[in-house]
């Protein structure tokens, strides 16, 4: 276990090197390439944790395409009884009309803020809306026809910190990912 910490919870073991991810990374970059040859797909990133993961599954994409970025926010909202509201901070800049798009996500875990996102995106008609992640957790998904299509890793129930992934905006800059000890990701 390495000395860094945040809040009391401790930087656990490496859960996967950086030359796995890269391996990973470009195998799906390959995928991609081979299932959007000859068109021109955008890329679209919510920030801040997929950033990370968005530029290197870019450059190992040999195919043009572009990227753009949107921001959410979860809240509580009290009129819905406190269930978990959404709402989008910040809105795609180009035009996704008739274009193919692949929303890049760090995480997919219940799918309820993919959910909220794909259905904004569909209704300015794009020609296809899919999802590829560096990790997935099905087993926690409370959203089923979700459009993931690439997967990186199918990973447990842990908390993560490193390759874009945080804790307290802190240590995402770690070039592997580790297991943060103290707590669970739920």
């Given amino acids: 276990m390495t000395e860094s910490s945040s809040g009391g919870q401790q930087i656990g073991e490496v859960y996967l090197r950086r030359e796995e991810i ?3 990374v470009r195998e799906l970059g390959a995928e991609i390439a081979r299932d959007y040859a000859g068109k021109e797909p955008i890329l679209v990133a919510p920030l801040k944790a997929s950033v990370v993961f968005l530029v290197d599954l870019s450059r190992a994409i040999p195919i043009a395409h572009t990227v753009d970025f949107v921001e959410l926010a979860g809240f509580a909202a009290a009129a819905s009884g406190g269930h978990q509201r959404i709402r989008l901070l910040k809105d795609v800049d180009c035009d996704v ?3 193919d798009l692949i929303i890049v996500e760090d995480v997919v875990d ?3 803020t993919l959910n909220y996102l794909t ?3 569909a209704l300015r008609s794009p020609a296809s809306i ?3 992640t560096l990790f997935d957790r099905p087993y926690r998904r409370l959203v089923e026809d979700l459009p993931v ?5 199918t990973i447990p129930d842990e908390l993560f ?5 945080d804790i307290d905006e802190r240590l995402r800059n770690l070039p592997d990912i580790h297991i943060m ?3 669970t990701a739920g």
């Fill in 22 to 24: 890269a391996a990973r």
């Fill in 97 to 99: 009309t008739g274009r």
């Fill in 110 to 112: 219940t799918g309820l």
């Fill in 119 to 121: 259905r904004v995106l």
């Fill in 130 to 132: 899919a999802i590829t």
């Fill in 149 to 153: 299509r690439y997967v990186g890793f």
């Fill in 161 to 165: 910190v490193g390759y874009g992934f």
């Fill in 181 to 183: 000890r103290g707590r």
